[in-house]
């Protein structure tokens, strides 16, 4: 994985961090995955939170018009 490489997707995060675990690999290569991987849960996180933010305000707003 160079620099220029990015994690799309949770298998590919995965399967990143157990070639981090399981393969020899250069410091610099090492360095490019562990950087990709905290870029992707680093977005990973931010979609999290904000789909928990859109859920938060749909309930305040079905509670406030008496929806259930």
């Known amino acids: 994985m160079d620099e ?3 994690l799309s997707d949770g298998g590919a ?3 990143a961090y157990a070639q ?3 393969t020899e690999m250069k410091p610099e290569e090492r360095k490019a ?3 990709s991987l905290l870029k992707y849960c680093e ?3 931010l979609a999290m939170v904000m ?3 859109d859920w ?3 309930l305040r707003f079905f509670d ?3 929806k259930e």
């Open 4 to 6: 220029e490489a990015e």
């Open 13 to 15: 995060a995965m399967m």
């Open 64 to 66: 406030a018009n008496g």
């Open 51 to 53: 789909i928990w933010e």
């Open 33 to 35: 995955i562990h950087s």
């Open 20 to 22: 981090m675990q399981f």
């Open 43 to 45: 977005l990973d996180t």
């Open 56 to 58: 938060q305000q749909q």
